[in-house]
């Protein structure tokens, strides 16, 4: 896989819809026939492979991830979701495991938003489905999103039916540091973090920078410098999972010997917890609002972008710990800050995920590393939970 599209550095370059995502699938869809999986490729460029034993029906058990990467990436991300449910299902088909309704492997398209300013492409078109919209964007060679695409025509056949999906189980690396400080191969995750993004400006008024005396001043950037700092003190004091960014700042003018009359600046928050986002965002409007009046500015906070918290169902946080025990895994609990396909298919079927430790939180870099052990450990886990949950009666069962 770490060959297609591989970068001088030892990472990888394989953008979205793209010959190089196509290689990727077509040597998964080459490792599923050998399987005998029966495979497919849907109008956005999904592919898919169920194995279907004989007399076997009903909605699948769906595990999987992406093999795209951002340019000069990791091998991991994303791979790692692939390589492990090849892994654990055919550990499945050797155990002499009959599953009690089907298990399909997804390889989603274009999960990065590299080429095309649309992430979870293909996870998005198969549940929410795309807009029209979004089918407009084009990448920076100027090609629609559309043009692209296999068979535009086909989008909506392709979208998952209601109760079409039993399950769905990712595995990916946690590009961060938390297993790593906490010693353990696998993380299982409680929820996915709904990001909102916003832009904010605070205007004030650009005046000479020598001529104008301190108690007279309108300074949009030391405004927005305290609300920086606010952010990062409201994040922390919110909830153990709330995150806040403050990205970049853009004084006007930008001239060092002038006030700046105005400050735009970006601002991510996020949680897997859509109350306690919601509480965040209060307090940060209102924080903003009260450094604005302490300094006589205007200001603004315009949402640019937003997606609901994913919450893992507590069934399948269990299962998933039971199986790690069993299998004699250590794992941990931790929410995932990025963003993943998980995070659609949870739109149409109680969706988790396993994190796998990868070596200083590294990612979306040639460094990304995962130890092949720790990969093992975490389809391991995959594997038992496919049984688990594909014996008899076993989807929902518990809750
Ligand atoms: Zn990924």
């Given amino acids: 896989m770490a060959a297609i599209g ?30 005998g999986l029966e495979t497919r490729r849907d109008a956005v460029g999904n592919l898919f492979g169920a194995w279907r034993p004989a ?37 499945l ?26 992430g979870l492409l293909g996870s998005t078109a198969v549940t929410r489905g795309l807009t029209e919209e979004e089918l407009d964007r084009v990448d920076a060679g100027g090609v629609r999103l559309r043009d692209a695409l296999p068979d535009p ?46 832009r904010g400006w605070l205007r004030g008024a650009a005046d ?7 108690p007279l ?10 609300f920086v700092l606010a952010a990062e003190q409201i994040a922390r004091s919110t909830g153990p999972t709330t995150v806040a960014t403050v990205g970049w700042l853009r004084p006007h003018p930008g001239a060092g010997n002038v006030i700046p009359g105005l400050c735009e600046f970006s601002l991510d928050l996020r949680d897997i917890d859509l109350d306690t986002r919601d509480r965040a965002e209060a307090a940060l409007r209102e924080a903003l ?56 298919m949870a739109r149409v079927a109680p969706s988790g995920m396993l994190f796998v430790r990868c070596r200083d939180g590294r990612s979306h870099t040639p460094e990304e590393y995962a130890a092949v052990e720790d990969l093992t450990a975490a389809a391991d886990v995959l594997a038992g939970a496919l049984a688990m949950l594909t014996a008899e009666e076993a989807v929902g069962a518990s809750g």
Avoid at 67 to 84: E, I, K, L, N
Avoid at 93 to 117: N, Y
């Fill in 6 to 35: 591989a970068t001088p550095d030892g990472g990888v370059t394989r953008l979205a819809l793209t010959a190089e995502e196509r290689r990727a699938m077509d040597l998964v869809r080459g490792w599923m026939e050998e399987m």
């Fill in 55 to 91: 007399g076997v029906q009903g909605a699948p058990v769906m595990t999987g991830s992406h093999v795209d990467s951002v340019p000069h990436g990791g091998r991991y991300d994303g791979t790692a979701g692939v390589v492990t449910a090849l892994a654990a299902v055919r550990a």
């Fill in 93 to 118: 088909q050797q155990a002499g495991h009959v599953p009690s309704r089907p298990i399909e492997i997804a390889v989603f398209t274009g999960e990065e938003a590299s080429r095309f300013p649309v």
């Fill in 153 to 198: 025509a086909g989008l909506d056949a392709a979208r998952i039916p209601p109760g079409g999906v039993a399950a769905f189980l990712e595995v990916h690396i946690e590009q961060g540091r938390v297993l790593e400080d906490a010693g353990v191969p696998v993380g299982v995750v409680t929820g996915i973090a709904g990001p909102a993004f916003f």
């Fill in 208 to 214: 000479h920078a020598g001529a104008t005396p301190m």
């Fill in 217 to 226: 001043r309108r300074d949009a950037l030391a405004g927005a410098a305290e």
């Fill in 289 to 344: 609002a009260g450094i604005a009046a302490r300094r006589g500015l205007e200001w603004g906070l315009e949402e640019t972008h937003r997606v609901d918290p994913v919450t893992v169902p507590g069934w399948l946080v269990d299962v998933l710990e039971r199986v790690a025990a069993e299998a004699g895994v250590p794992t941990i609990r931790l929410p995932s800050g990025a963003a993943h396909d998980a995070m659609m």
